[in-house]
């Protein structure tokens, strides 16, 4: 086995994990903030990668510019939700939580089934089947393209949190929402707003999904498993952690299949979650009580 | 009085009239003949394909009078009983099936769909002695597990076994079977590609595969055949988590053994993922075959330009318009008028296997279970939407128990650039039982196809 296949390992690792951190950072701010545990978040990249594909097919838009319209469709999916079911349960047993979002699991699936059908789709990007060839590793526009969105996406996201009035309300309410509400923040609407940014990311998410990837009805439930092995490996509610948990984990995966095989893939990056949470129980950037 | 009178002698007049014409109009029904539909409706695409070529052969068979029953002389209506195992993983496969059967509420199942989910939900099926003919499973061991089959070459106390030899004979296989594929395609490569790409050395063919029973049960039958028949192919092989959804990796490894083709061996769904990716992402410019099951609309919409002269499996093509088989432009055309939608190869056969099931019960007179699995056992009709070997429809009763020796054919797709689509067209074999012309063009190599080395 040469070198540059183990660096087109690396490479693959790289582009599977990018995809994971969006979805996984909208996941950690929804728990950093609202100290909710979201598992239809996947479904909510479903719902993305369909209406980029709708978009694409029914309008003609490129796809890329369709995930950018999708993103504000679900955020306002996203406010819905919050406001309809995970508000009224906020702050009691988390086994409603929990309840609720298995729930909301089955509703998403059905009405994606109902209005989509059952056969896979893949969103058709102008960049379809070209290639970049760099000499002994070859890489498909898409994945470079989608790279470069999930930086982009995750460098406006840091500078919301970090330099808008709103980014540091949600900061004060992801550390003590009570001292937040005593300083004036409304933390209804910084719930709202914190739900809505998760579920736009995870829109992001889902556009690149079905751009590279085919996709049907029933996509959600392994990547909102991996989105929170991700965060769990990161450390809950840090950013940073997220990113770092997504490439780890995709890394580890696609070195395990070159390695071991590919039924090993998931299992050595599941394992080096349990590693890393016995070695370090609050994850690699978490902080102590999340 | 007599008005009273007059009144009662009209009534019995009506009365009598009505149970005469009732006596002259042939009976249409004793009672219903309950057909069980065993397909992961509600859980994959290719179960809804299933529910509606089931739906779409009860209809019609219902429509011409039912299925007529000596033991009762009367015609009886089929009702539809869909058993809907989810996702057909071995968890969710059995309850359903159990369920129905053990209420006495089917006479006889057709379906199964993947597999594992069948392997665990016929067993349901032998224990309560149902007549059940399996239409999706291609793992020989659907019908090869008991002492007919000789266990499937596994011991008799392997826990897949079945000794009940008398349970297994209501279990029949209308499809093909792992061992088709793995001949099929290990036949072409020796015969076809071989002599194109590597007359001086061994062919070097991979295999990658969902590591399940699906997928194992193919890898087994094309390392069988290749070492049964002393083929000179090298078979570089290649297993991953069925749950995946990248696949470059192991195509990279792959890559570094430098094959001449690339067997894929999984659904409709993630097949046109794994080509693209090793073409596109990989840089594998070879041959990818892609496993009969891929007969299926969303194979060809998600492979779209890329599968331009890639390769296709096939037991039957209901795309092909004009067709090789009159029925099976029938059956196109009553399918997409029905529901608007290309129908897909599972539910052809799933079609089909209604057919078989009315001719045996006509057959055997009753709903007798034994008598049933009796006629089945002894059918003998012409083929249908599924080609066979023979020309006939007829279940093995040798070391194949109860299989109908499909047979499966090589397809070439080529992107139809105006029509914006992708077509297949038969390059192998030259010929079929009963089909004149049947194949319809030569194979080619992939215009950037690059070939294997040691």
């Known amino acids: ?290 | 009085m007599q008005k009273k009178l007059l009144a009662i002698v009209v009534v019995l007049i009506i009365a009598v009239s009505a149970v005469a014409a009732w006596q002259l109009v042939p009976q249409t029904s004793a009672r219903e003949i309950r057909i069980g539909l065993v397909a992961p409706i509600s859980g994959q695409p290719l179960g809804q394909d299933m529910s509606r070529a089931a739906q779409l052969a009860v209809d019609e068979i219902n429509a011409a009078g039912g299925i007529y029953v000596a033991a009762w002389g009367a015609y009886a209506p089929i009702k539809l009983i869909s058993i809907d195992t989810v996702d057909d993983s071995p968890g969710n496969a059995v309850t359903p099936v159990k369920r129905e059967v053990e209420s006495g509420n089917v006479d006889l199942l057709i379906g199964g769909y993947g597999s594992a989910g069948t392997l665990a939900n016929e067993v349901i099926a032998i224990d309560n002695k149902v007549p059940y003919i399996i239409t999706g499973a291609s793992n020989a061991l659907v019908t090869r597990r008991g002492p007919q089959g000789n266990y499937g070459g596994l011991s008799s106390t392997d826990s897949q076994a079945i000794t009940d030899a008398d349970g297994m004979s209501y279990i029949f296989h209308y499809c093909t079977v792992t061992y088709d594929y793995g001949k099929t395609v290990v036949d072409f490569c020796n015969e076809v590609m071989k002599p194109m790409v590597a007359p001086d050395r061994d062919f070097r063919l991979a295999i990658l595969y969902r590591n399940d029973a699906f997928g194992t049960g193919v890898e087994k039958a094309t390392k069988y055949w290749i070492e049964t028949e002393n083929l000179p192919i090298m078979l570089i092989e290649r297993a991953y988590d069925p749950k995946a959804t990248t696949y470059q990796t192991d195509i990279t490894a792959i890559a570094d053994n430098n094959p001449d083709a690339v067997l894929i061996v999984d659904n409709p769904d993630k097949t046109p993922t794994i080509i693209k990716q090793g073409l596109n992402d990989v840089g594998l410019k070879t041959v990818y075959f892609a496993v009969e099951n891929n007969q299926d609309p969303t194979f060809y919409s998600l492979l779209g330009s890329t599968g331009d002269k890639q390769m296709l499996e096939a037991k039957s093509d209901p795309f092909q318009n004009p067709s090789y088989l009159p029925a099976i432009q029938t059956y196109l055309m009553n399918f997409t008028e029905a529901y608007d939608v290309m129908p897909g190869v599972n539910g052809a056969v799933t079609y089909d296997a209604f057919f078989i099931a009315k001719d045996a019960i006509e057959r055997a007179g009753t709903l007798d279970k034994a008598a049933v699995r009796d006629a089945l056992e002894a059918t003998n009709l012409p083929q249908s939407l599924l080609i066979t070997k023979t020309g006939r429809i007829q279940f093995d009763t040798g070391i194949n128990y109860h299989e109908i020796n499909a047979l499966t054919f090589m397809e070439q797709l080529t992107w139809n650039a105006p029509m914006d689509t992708l077509r297949a067209q038969i390059v192998w074999p030259a010929t079929a039982p009963g089909i004149s012309n049947f194949k319809q063009t030569d194979f080619v190599l992939p215009d950037n196809y690059v070939a294997g080395h040691p």
């Open chain 1, 1 to 290: 086995m040469d070198i540059s296949t183990i660096i087109l390992t690396l490479v693959w690792g790289v582009a599977i994990g990018c995809v994971y951190i969006l979805l996984a950072t909208g996941l950690n701010i929804i728990f950093g903030v609202m100290k909710l545990v979201n598992f239809a978040h996947g479904q909510l990249l479903m719902i993305g990668a369909y209406l980029t594909w709708t978009l694409t097919v029914t309008f003609g838009l490129n796809a890329y510019l369709a995930i950018v319209f999708t993103m504000p469709i679900v955020a306002v999916l996203g406010i819905a939700v919050e406001r309809l079911t995970f508000r009224r349960i906020l702050g009691t047993d988390k086994l409603n939580e929990i309840f609720i979002s298995l729930g909301l699991i089955y509703i998403f699936e059905n009405v994606a089934l109902l209005i989509w059908g059952d056969r896979s789709k893949q969103i058709i990007s102008p960049f379809n089947n070209m290639i970049l060839d760099l000499s002994s590793i070859s890489i498909t526009y898409d994945r470079v393209v989608a790279v470069v969105v999930v930086v982009l996406a995750l460098v406006a996201f840091g500078l919301l949190i970090k330099k808008t009035k709103i980014g540091l309300a949600m900061q004060a309410t992801s550390q003590k929402d009570t001292a937040a509400q005593l300083m004036g923040v409304n933390i209804e609407k910084i719930y709202m707003i914190t739900f809505a940014l998760g579920a736009a990311l995870a829109a992001c998410a889902g556009g690149l999904y079905g751009i590279i990837f085919s996709f049907n009805y029933q996509i959600g439930a392994m990547p909102t498993i991996i989105g929170f092995a991700i965060i769990i490996l990161g450390g809950l509610g840090s950013i940073k952690g997220a990113i770092v948990g997504g490439l780890l984990y995709g890394i580890a995966e696609q070195l395990a299949t070159l390695f071991l095989g590919g039924i090993w893939g998931s299992a050595v990056a599941f394992a080096l979650l349990i590693v890393v949470l016995i070695v370090r129980p609050k994850g690699i950037f978490g902080v102590k009580g999340e």
